[in-house]
C-alpha cells in the first residue's frame, strides 16, 4: 500500500512510526511533515487543508489509503471531499465525515450530542456577543472556579478557568465582544466546574464496531505543578494508573458505547479515533470534551504501546470489519517528555539548531516542530521533541525519557521535570 498522512507534528511522526512497522506499507508520504518524518518517510509540501493539492497528489502518486492526523482537515470535510469525488471515491480516508468532526469543532454541539444520548458531562450553557450579559448573569448562578470555551477551534487553548466572578465575566467579554480567539469564539460554552483527575480515553471505530486504546493523561499547563498558561501538552503518561478495571468498565458502558451508538442513531458516518476527554469524579468518569482525532502528545505514548499491525486496523476501520480483527497492547508503561522553546505557549523563537538526537538510547524522539535545513535539524514550532520512553511503570519510563533529554540540546530549550507529579 502506498499511504498518505497528514500532518506535521509528534502525533504524525509517531503515526507514521508506527504504520512503517506494517509489511503491507510500502511507502509512505507525510504532508508536510517535518524533520522526523523526512528520516523515516518522504515528505511532501502540502497543506492538509488544500484539498485540491492533495486530490492531484493522491491521484499522482497512485494512493491507496489517506490517514487524517490533525482535526482541521476533519473539520472542514476532507472524508466527504473524498467520498463525494468520483476520481477519489474508492480511497479511504481515516476520519470521521465533517458531520461527525462536529464533535470537535463546536463544543456547543458536542454537548448537545452527550445531552441527548445521556452521557455524563457538566451543566453547560452557550452565549454570543448578543447575549453576553446573559453570560454574566448566568456565571452568578455557577459556583467557581468559572469554566469558559470557545465553541470553535481554538488548537487547545480556548478554555479558561478562572476563581474571581468579575474576572470570568471579564474575559467573557474578551472571548466574545474583542474576538480573543478570532472566530473560534464567536460563541462561548460556559460550563459546571468538575472537580477530580482528568484521563483521555482513546477509542478506533469503523462507525458500528470499535475498539478502545490505552488511556493516556497528558499535562497541559506550560508551569510545574499544572501552573500557567495550557499550551498543547508538555508530555504525557499510559496506562493511567488509577485507571482500574472498574473505572474502565463505567468508561465503556456509560460512555464509549452509546458514543458509538449515538453516531449510529442520527447516522453520521465515522471511521477514525474518537479522543474522549474524561474527568475522574470520585471514581464517577465524565466527559469534558471529544475530539475526533488522536491527541498529541498522546499519540507518543498509545502508539508505542499498540502491538497490532495499524495498516491493519485501519483496512478492518475502512472495511466495517473491526470486530474481525484483535487489538494486542504491549503491558509496559509508555512516558513522553515534551521539549519547548522558551516563551511558548506564547511569543518563541524558531530556527534553533538541535544536537544530541543520535545519542539517545533506549528512549524514542519524536519530532513535533521541526524542520530539515542544509543537514541540520532546526526548531519549528513551539513544542519541538517528544522523549518517549518504556518502563516496567511510569517512574521507570520516565526516568529514562529525564536521563535522555539530558543528551539534547537548542538554545532557549524548556521541559517539564514533574510529568506523572499527580499519580
Known amino acids: 500500500m502506498t499511504i498518505l498522512l497528514l500532518g506535521s507534528g509528534g502525533r504524525e511522526h509517531a503515526l507514521a512510526w508506527k504504520l512503517l512497522q506494517s509489511p503491507t506499507c510500502k511507502k509512505l508520504f507525510v504532508a508536510p511533515g517535518n524533520a522526523g518524518t523526512a528520516s523515516i518517510a518522504s515528505n511532501v509540501d502540502i497543506q492538509p487543508t488544500d484539498f485540491i493539492a492533495v486530490k492531484d497528489f493522491v491521484l499522482k502518486e497512485n494512493i491507496t489509503m489517506v490517514v487524517v492526523g490533525p482535526e482541521d482537515p476533519l473539520v472542514a470535510g476532507i472524508f466527504d471531499f473524498f467520498k463525494e469525488d468520483e476520481d477519489l471515491k474508492s480511497v479511504p480516508v481515516i476520519g470521521p465525515s465533517k458531520e461527525g468532526a462536529r464533535l470537535e469543532g463546536s463544543k456547543e454541539y458536542a454537548k448537545e450530542f452527550l445531552i441527548k444520548h445521556s452521557i455524563p458531562t457538566a451543566a453547560y450553557d452557550s452565549f454570543t456577543a448578543e447575549t453576553v450579559e446573559k ?33 470570568a465575566k471579564t474575559e ?12 473560534a469564539s464567536s460563541k462561548v460554552v460556559i460550563e459546571e466546574f468538575l472537580d ?82 474524561l474527568i475522574n469524579v470520585k471514581g464517577e468518569p465524565m466527559v469534558i470534551e471529544y475530539n475526533v482525532r488522536m491527541g498529541d502528545p498522546e499519540t507518543e505514548v498509545v502508539m508505542p504501546r499498540i502491538k497490532s499491525d ?51 538510547k533506549d528512549s524514542l524522539v519524536f519530532h513535533a516542530g521541526t524542520k530539515l535545513e542544509n543537514g541540520s535539524v532546526l526548531s519549528n514550532g513551539g513544542r519541538v521533541l517528544a522523549i518517549t520512553s518504556y518502563g516496567n511503570d511510569f517512574k521507570e519510563a520516565l526516568k529514562k525519557s529525564y536521563q535522555n533529554i539530558e543528551k539534547l540540546h537548542f538554545d532557549k530549550m524548556y521541559y517539564r521535570k514533574d510529568i506523572g507529579f499527580d499519580l
Open 135 to 167: 453570560g454574566c448573569h448566568f456565571l452568578e448562578t455557577l459556583k467557581p472556579p468559572y469554566v469558559l470555551k470557545a465553541d470553535g477551534l481554538a488548537a487547545g487553548k480556548g478554555v479558561v478557568i478562572l476563581n474571581d466572578l468579575e474576572e
Open 172 to 183: 467573557l467579554r474578551s472571548m466574545l465582544v474583542d474576538q480573543k480567539f478570532g472566530n
Open 196 to 277: 477530580g483527575i482528568e484521563l483521555s480515553c482513546f477509542v478506533i471505530t469503523d462507525g458500528k464496531n470499535y475498539k478502545i486504546l490505552p488511556t493516556a493523561k497528558d499535562y497541559k499547563r506550560i508551569g510545574e505543578g499544572d501552573t500557567g498558561l495550557n499550551t498543547g501538552g508538555m508530555g504525557a503518561v499510559s496506562p493511567v494508573p488509577f485507571a482500574d478495571a472498574v473505572l474502565m468498565e463505567k468508561i465503556e458502558n456509560r460512555i464509549v458505547k452509546p458514543t458509538i451508538e449515538g453516531l449510529n442513531k442520527e447516522g453520521i458516518e465515522y471511521k477514525g479515533f474518537v479522543f474522549i476527554g
Open 310 to 360: 495499524l495498516v491493519e486496523l485501519f483496512q478492518a476501520v475502512a472495511n466495517q470489519k473491526l470486530d474481525q480483527v484483535t487489538l494486542e497492547i504491549d503491558s509496559r508503561s509508555a512516558t513522553t517528555v515534551m521539549m519547548v522553546s522558551e516563551g511558548y505557549p506564547e511569543a518563541f523563537e524558531k530556527g534553533k539548531k538541535i544536537s544530541g538526537i543520535e545519542n539517545i
